[in-house]
């Protein structure tokens, strides 16, 4: 597509309930990342993928969170067991380049979560 | 580890004056660094990049200079608009970790 696409864009769930959040990048994107804007705050670094290469997962706040990417194109972000402060917005990005040949990244509108 | 870190906002300014959000950032490579822009209601947008040493990148009347001997990259404008209100934020990406390391935004208003 034409840009980053995510869905649902506002998601309110329970606590303790599991929440699947998708990304679809930009085609022919090799990179994928997945960041959390939390309010009043930057941007976290969630995980990256990489073409075929086993994911960086290093971000991922905990093992409640979990990501895929199937057939390098469309991710998954799974929170199970929702927590009041997974609240956050989610965002996705894409990019084609990689090392210090990266053009910057292509980020969604995100997902915006709220846990009640 | 890699960290960016931003002038603390909020920012707030008259039409056409001179705008500065300084950058700084740590990093153990040769990062490449970006400024990127969110509008109210609006994701996240690319405004511009530099990948090495004293490139300048620009965009939109922005313009920031890669400055490797003080490690920082501030975001300048000459005259800024009600149009630039939103929030800026700096960010690296190093070129063995590939992620972007963000710092934590700077909130601009611009009024009339």
């Known amino acids: 597509g034409a840009g980053v696409s995510q869905s649902p864009s506002n998601k309110v769930t329970e606590k303790g309930k599991d929440v699947e959040l998708r990304c679809d990048p930009i085609?022919?994107?090799?990179?994928l990342y997945w960041y959390r804007q939390s309010l009043g705050q930057g941007l976290e670094f969630l995980i990256y993928?990489?073409?075929?290469?086993?994911?960086?997962k290093s971000g991922l706040p905990s093992d409640r969170f979990s990501a895929e990417r199937t057939g390098g194109s469309v991710s998954t972000l799974t929170i199970q067991r929702t927590q009041q402060e997974d609240s956050a917005v989610y965002l996705c990005?894409?990019?084609?380049?990689?090392?210090?040949?990266?053009?910057?990244?292509?980020f969604g509108s995100g997902t915006r979560l709220t846990v009640v | 580890g890699d960290s960016v870190t931003q002038m603390e906002g909020p920012v707030t300014l008259s039409e056409e004056a001179f705008l500065t959000i300084n950058c700084t950032y740590t990093?153990?490579?040769?990062?490449?660094l970006f400024w990127y822009v969110q509008y109210p209601g609006e994701g996240l947008q690319l405004l511009l990049k530099?990948?090495?040493?004293?490139d300048k990148g620009s965009n939109k009347g922005f313009e920031a200079t890669y400055r490797k001997e003080t490690t920082s990259f501030h975001l300048e404008k000459g005259s800024v608009q009600v149009s630039d209100s939103a929030v800026y934020f700096c960010?690296?990406?190093?070129?063995?970790?590939?992620?972007?390391?963000f710092g934590q935004g700077t909130r601009l208003t611009i009024n009339p």
């Open positions: 990005a894409s990019s084609s380049g990689t090392g210090r040949s990266i053009g910057g990244y292509t």
């Open positions: 085609s022919g994107h090799t990179a």
């Open positions: 993928f990489q073409g075929n290469s086993a994911p960086d």
């Open positions: 990093a153990t490579g040769y990062p490449s």
């Open positions: 530099a990948t090495k040493a004293d």
């Open positions: 960010a690296l990406s190093d070129r063995g970790a590939q992620k972007l390391v």
